[in-house]
Every structure is written in C-alpha cells, then in structure tokens.
C-alpha cells in the first residue's frame, strides 16, 4: 500500500474513533437500545442480534450513546477482517490489502460503525458466511456446510436480508457446471435445515405473534409493490444512496467489473470463471432485486449492503492503484466534512434522524412533567422520540399505542395501558420541518379521543450556535381513557388509514421529511420558560 494511502485510511479511521465519543445517539441506536432493554426471542420490525449486540457492549461499558457505538465499531472491525480473510479466497495479499482498504474507505463502514443497525452484525455474519460456503465447495471439507448453515441462521437472526445467502449458495450451485453435481448430494441442504434451526428464536416469536414481523417485512411491502405506482424519484433516490454510500469511483468500477465479466467471449459466447461465478451469486440476486423494486417502492440506502461484500472483491480485480488512492481522497474529504457537522453542526438536519438535541429534550420534559405534576409521557412519531427518552429517563416512556396507533415493538413488550387510566400525560410532538417558534394552530384530533382536556404549553425548541434547530409541540393531556377496544395486553384499537400506513413505510427515510432550511433570527439558548413565567 503506498504510504499516503495509508495515511489518508488512517485519518478515516481516526475521525470514526472521534465521533463515537462525540456523537450524540441516532433514534436506530436508542431505539435498539430499547430492544435491548426488552429482552425477547425476537422483535416486530427485526430479528434479536442488534439487541444481542448492543445488551452486551452496555452492559460492559453502560448505558450511554458511546457504549452502543463502540460496540458497532468493533463488530465493524471484526467484520473487516473477515472481508480479507475472505478476499485472501480469490487474490494474493497484495490485491487483499488493496480490497480492504478499498471497503474500509466506504461510507458504509462509517455507518456500520456509527449508527446501530441490524446490518452490523448481519454483515459480519454474512461474511463469514461466504467464507464458510467458499470453503464447503472449492475445498470439499464437509464440516463447512454445518458451519455455513450456522452462520447463515446467524445471519438471518440479524435481518431477513439472510434469506439471499441459501438463494446465493443454490445459484452458484447451479450455474456453474464444475459444482451442479454438489446440489444432487446432502450437504447444501442439510445447511439450509441448520439455518433454519438456528433461525428458531425469530420463527418461535413469529409464530407467537401471528408472523406479525414477517408480514411487516414481507408482504404488507409487496402490496405496496404491486400497485405498480411508477416513482422515478425513487430511482435517481437509490443510484444516489448507493454513490454516497460507496463513494462514485468505486461505484462506477463495481458497473465495469459488471461489464466486463459479462461482455462476450468465446464465438460470442458469456464465459466467467467459478471464482467470479460465486461473488456474482452473492451480488446480482440484492443489487438487481432491489434495483428493479426501485421504481415503485422506496429503497432504502443500508438494504443492498450485503451484495457489496462481494461485489467490491469483484471491483477491486480492475481498480488500479491510482483509482484507489483517487478513492481514498474522495473519502478523506467527505468524512473531513463528516466530522465537521458532528462537532459544529453548521448544516441543521430537517429530520428526526439526527444525533443532535436528544438530551436537552429529555432535561426539559422532564422539567415540565414535574412542573404540572403529569404521570407519564409519551410521543407519536412511530419510534423516535420515545425511543431517544428512554435511552435518557429513568421512567418509562410511552409510545404511540397510547393513542391507539401501532407503535412497533412498543406494542409487544406487554405494556398495561390501563394502569394509565385517569392519569395525565405529557405529549410531545416533533416538528423536524418548523418555519416558525409558535405553538400549532390547534390541538392533535387523535388526542381528544383518549383524554378529558388537552392543553398546549410552549414548544420546546433546542438551540446549536444561537440558532434553533429542533422544535417539539408540547400537550399537556389531563385524565387518559384507554377506551372499550383495549384489548387483553392493554394496546388500545390500531389505526390502519392511509395516512398511517405511508407514515409507517417511510420511517427512517429523512428525505420524507426534510424541507428546505429557513432563516431564523437568533434567539439565546436559555433555561425552558415555563408558561407560568410568561403570564
């Protein structure tokens, strides 16, 4: 590796060490905290590894944002090492340090390291995977195929996106005639039936559930599908996600490398080797798939993650040195950009999806719970708020069932709404697009169905640089009725209108809700006024 490449990856390296210290915690890393918190065989819009992971790195370090962070990036580090244990499979050590400097440049690292997701250790498992079936096959030592399938069970125990290792490994299987003849013996499925096996705890909660979880992740999203509403935003939205997350250059040469393996050979003939067969059965199934979904449904960025694990061994076969130091540079620069927005915060982000004011919305709820003596708080934004207060209060905060809407895994952790009945509430109200510091015009419609009387405080707003740049509606909601549709684990009825359903299916995506920033005159960053002050 030339030196200055080496310098540059280390100035990466080093700015994603910094930001676990220094970056506050994203809604994804609260609100895994919160499955943490809740331990279960699995979750409503995942599987249990992310809880696994983080319920050990706090456990060890506390509860705290840079714990939760930690343990991501060093599950990214292991994950690292075995993308080159796994380059070492198809080039010699040199092209292999070429491959991993190549994946450690990528904004995708910084996100797995950065921000818990169920990726981080879907990823890692994943690629072990690869290792263990490359072994299984090109090797032909049997114990392989049981430690496949118990990796790829791992795999599936983080994200369903598992399901592409079995389809990857029987299309290898069967397009390369050298190794068809292994699908006619035992093996390959007996690590299917492991994987299956060792998926038991999400098959056990989902049977438990109603296959609540697989119907969330499965098939109420096909049906948005197959209405066949053709977006071409989402298309341009996905190649844009994809550059980001990749950096162009290496984007660019993952396309080449496309190019190249299948431009025609031999009398016309597409002729590619069983190596470059089996990182294509691990790439093309995700990066095609999601590609042609793109059209009609939302793609969101981390989704096509796995394919790249091999398909940036495959890009790295053609990357000369100089496009990787050309990458590198790109990089640098953008994570330069990177820290400089964590730190100074010189670009407010019109979205939930921030690591910014979570704190300071927790000191002054909890100011105002005691102000006006509430019983408890909650919020209706599908997770976020609730899941960042939690990870900050010593109470409990409620989610949006309290008003009758499906509020993720906050609906099956067996919360009794009733013990609620009669007693007043703090609600807030996030508002990542405001124009303006004034209260809203009137009071949420939803709210007058589960309480006496509601009052409207003054917003909560939180200031960087002098400037405002969150803003919360707080209600002060008196006398809960939980209702007659409370049913025997005390949710209150779930509201299925339209509305509530996009809501649901755009969640995690900022650019729903980012609008264009507006100009404000500066106002001191000073103590809550309560409103018993301003009269």
Not at 435 to 441: P, V
Request: proline content about 6%.
């Amino acid at each position: 590796m030339p030196p200055q490449v080496f310098y540059m990856l280390a100035g990466i390296l080093l700015i994603r060490l910094i930001a676990i210290f220094i970056m506050g915690p994203m809604p994804q890393d609260a609100y895994y905290f919160f499955y943490a918190s809740h331990p279960s065989l699995s979750y409503f819009d995942h599987p249990p590894a992310i809880a696994w992971l983080i319920r050990i790195s706090t456990g060890v370090l506390g509860t705290n944002p840079m714990a939760i962070k930690f343990g991501d990036s060093l599950l990214t580090a292991f994950t690292s090492l075995a993308v080159y244990r796994l380059s070492l499979r198809f080039y010699p050590v040199f092209q292999s340090i070429k491959v991993i400097v190549i994946f450690l440049s990528t904004l995708m690292v910084s996100i797995l390291s950065l921000i818990s997701t169920p990726d981080t250790p879907l990823l890692f498992f994943w690629t072990l995977s690869l290792c263990k079936i490359h072994d299984a096959v090109f090797k032909d030592r049997k114990i392989n195929w049981i430690y496949a399938g118990i990796l790829m069970g791992l795999a599936f125990d983080s994200k369903y996106t598992a399901v592409f290792l079995p389809v990857g490994m029987m299309l290898f299987l069967l397009i390369s005639p050298s190794m068809r003849k292994k699908l006619f013996t035992i093996w390959p499925w007996l690590a299917i039936l492991i994987m299956i096996l060792v998926s038991s705890p999400v098959i056990i909660w989902n049977f438990g559930n109603g296959f609540a979880s697989f119907a969330f992740q499965g098939s109420k999203r096909m049906d948005s599908v197959a209405q066949l509403q053709f977006h071409p935003r989402f298309i341009f939205g996905l190649l844009g996600h994809q550059l980001a997350l990749l950096i162009p250059v290496l984007f660019v040469f993952l396309f080449r490398s496309f190019f190249l393996i299948f431009r025609p050979k031999e009398r016309g003939r597409i002729v590619f080797s069983d190596k470059n067969a089996f990182l294509l059965a691990f790439f093309l199934p995700i990066f095609l798939g999601f590609l042609m979904l793109s059209p009609f449904y939302w793609i969101k960025i981390n989704w096509m993650m796995p394919a790249y694990i091999s398909g940036i061994i495959l890009a790295s076969g053609i990357m000369e040195n100089r496009w990787v130091r050309i990458q590198t540079i790109i990089s640098l620069v953008i994570h330069a950009g990177l820290l400089c927005e964590i730190v100074f915060y010189p670009f407010p982000v019109r979205s939930d999806d921030t690591w910014v004011g979570w704190k300071e919305l927790n000191e002054k709820t909890q100011m105002l719970k005691k102000q006006y003596k509430a019983d408890f708080i909650f919020s209706a934004d599908s997770y976020k708020t609730s899941a960042e207060l939690n990870l900050y209060s010593p109470l409990f905060v409620y989610g949006q069932n309290v008003i009758g809407e499906h509020a993720l895994h906050f609906s099956y952790i067996g919360t009794d709404l009733s013990v609620l009945n009669g007693k007043c509430a703090i609600f807030l109200d996030s508002q990542p697009g405001f124009t303006d510091l004034d209260k809203a015009s009137d009071n949420p419609l939803t709210l007058e169905n589960y309480f006496s009387s509601i009052r409207q405080l003054s917003p909560i707003v939180i200031y960087r640089n002098a400037k405002p740049v969150r803003k919360f509606l707080v209600y002060l909601c008196h006398l809960y009725r939980p209702g007659k549709e409370l049913n025997a684990e005390g949710k209150g009825p779930f509201r299925h209108d339209e509305k509530h359903t996009e809501k649901l299916r755009v969640e995690n995506y900022p650019s729903a809700t980012i609008s264009t920033p507006q100009t404000f005159t500066a106002i001191p960053d000073t103590t809550l006024a309560l409103e018993n002050n301003q009269r």
